[in-house]
């Protein structure tokens, strides 16, 4: 029982490349959130899927993009990187219950120059 | 004002000392607390959850005041291993709707 997978752990981009961040959990969850944690700021959402087929903005969705592919993965994509988007960047998911704890990835480290 | 706040500390406390955080909330909706444990470089993971009634698990307790709008986390006979950023987080709403805050983070010393 793996949890919560993210890939790659680590990345650096130049200015204007894309990439995309895979999410896949394997605990059954309906719920599946992306976030990015700055120093000082928090853990701030920027996407989330309440099910499969949905996905709705958190606080911070300009700049990404993302797709839920089925009820295991989220994926995150960043169309064209800019070094505001450096930071560590965390797949969660939760149960149906509305105070569900999340579960976390393990986290994307992305470099953007 | 940001919807959670703690203070970032470090608290740097001897190894069995008593420490308490404390975490305050705005939105009076919120409905639910948490404590998560993060340690360096690594995912936060859920310590506890808040309970109105206050709770217990092992060296950690947990309580809320509504009244006050604050959470407190209180760590007995505190070990090394507990050295670690502490992020408190309210949901208001669904579980889209978990705000976090920035983490107090605690050095246990020998």
């Known amino acids: 029982n793996a949890g919560v997978t993210q890939t790659p752990k680590f990345q650096v981009l130049k200015t204007g490349q894309s990439m995309t961040l895979q999410c896949a959990q394997d605990?059954?969850?309906?719920?599946m959130y992306w976030y990015r944690q700055d120093p000082g700021m928090g853990l701030r959402l920027i996407y989330y899927?309440?099910?499969?087929?949905?996905?709705d903005k958190g606080e911070v969705p300009n700049g990404y993009n993302v797709s839920r592919l089925n009820k295991r993965e989220f994926s995150l994509r960043l169309e064209s990187a800019a070094p505001s988007q450096t930071s560590v960047y965390f797949c969660?998911?939760?149960?149906?219950?509305?105070?569900?704890?999340?579960?976390f990835g393990n986290g994307t480290r992305l470099t953007v120059t | 004002r940001k919807e959670v706040e703690q203070d970032p500390g470090p608290f740097n406390v001897p190894e069995g000392a008593t420490v308490a955080f404390n975490c305050t909330y705005s939105?009076?909706?919120?409905?639910?607390f948490f404590w998560y444990r993060q340690d360096c470089r690594k995912e936060p993971k859920l310590l506890m959850s808040?309970?109105?009634s206050g709770n217990e698990d092992g060296r950690f307790t947990a309580q809320l005041n509504r009244a006050s709008q604050y959470i407190s986390l209180l760590i007995r006979d505190s070990k090394l291993s507990d050295s670690a950023t502490y992020l408190c987080?309210?949901?208001?709403?669904?579980?889209?709707?978990?705000?976090f805050g920035t983490g107090t983070r605690l050095q246990v010393t020998l």
């Open positions: 808040v309970y109105s």
């Open positions: 969660a998911s939760a149960g149906s219950s509305y105070n569900s704890p999340l579960h």
């Open positions: 987080v309210a949901l208001t709403g669904t579980a889209s709707k978990l705000t």
């Open positions: 605990m059954n969850h309906n719920s």
């Open positions: 939105n009076s909706a919120s409905q639910s």
């Open positions: 899927s309440a099910s499969e087929g949905t996905t």
